[in-house]
């Protein structure tokens, strides 16, 4: 069916909410139609008050667009999900914020992939549902396995897998209690040999690489109960900085690799 350029249906997370001139908001959503996209919400911050009270942060809403050009403006909202305790948690609220923002770097403009908002919907969803447990603990340097388990589905969705039980440069399987490394440049985990080729290369021990591997295997909804250490958690993070300024890094590469 051909699509109506000035009519649309989206079903979209809102990812972020901008004020724009006077009365207006600027939203970046990922919608399961279009992918990520800006839309226009006019007038809602006088007028239309009603609207703006559904076009919240994190909201999962099916909206009506009008409009075909840049910022194609919001018409209608109806709210599909909330995920209310979210915001009775500080933590999970920041958890929430941040896969938000994860989501927005790490997706191009207008590319449609529903598999990020399916993802982004469960996560919000388990994230609502356990949203009381949600804690750091400093003292033990532990992390929600939730929040990392989304960061390895969202990265192997956007085309950069992390890899967690395969050597991300040789391809050969790590063997259980073999030494083990970990570098952003690779892609993943690799044997320590391996490492060598990588200027980012760290050990990482037995126990956090067999918390890697389990990670990756289960569900969105089966992690609750692992335990991710502040070392899985820094390998993670470690390669999500490394994508997002990749550029950068290659070069720093570049320049160690001409001073030695
Ligand atoms: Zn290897």
């Not at 994230?127 to 929600?144: A, G």
């Amino acid at each position: 069916m051909a699509r109506n350029p000035k009519y649309q249906k989206a079903h979209c997370l809102i990812l972020s909410r901008k004020p724009l001139r006077e009365a207006d908001f600027l939203l970046t959503v990922f919608s399961r139609e279009q992918g990520k996209i800006r839309v226009l919400a006019r007038g809602v911050r006088k007028a239309n008050a009603k609207l703006a009270g559904r076009l919240q942060q994190l909201y999962n809403v099916e909206i009506y667009l009008a409009g075909s050009s840049l910022w194609p403006t919001v018409t209608s909202v109806s709210i599909i999900n909330k995920y209310p305790k979210i915001r009775q948690s500080l933590s999970a609220l920041a958890i929430a914020f941040y896969a938000a923002e994860l989501v927005t770097k790490l997706t191009p403009d207008a590319e449609i992939n529903a598999r990020i908002y399916e993802l982004l919907d469960r996560f919000y969803s388990e994230l609502n549902s356990q949203s009381k447990n949600i804690e750091f603990s400093e003292k033990d340097r532990t992390w929600p396995p939730i929040l990392e388990k989304f960061r390895l589905d969202l990265l192997r969705i956007v085309g950069h897998g992390v890899t967690t039980r395969f050597c991300a440069h040789c391809g050969v399987k790590i063997a259980a209690g073999e030494a083990t490394a970990f570098s952003s440049f690779a892609g993943g985990v690799v044997h320590t040999d391996c490492g060598k080729h990588f200027p980012d290369t760290r050990l990482v021990s037995e126990i956090t690489a067999g918390q890697l591997a389990i990670l990756d295997q289960q569900a969105l909804e089966d992690v609750a109960d692992l335990t991710v250490g502040e070392e899985g958690h820094r390998c993670i993070s470690d390669f999500v900085v490394f994508l997002l300024e990749r550029d950068v890094q290659s070069e720093r590469f570049m320049e160690k690799m001409r001073q030695e």
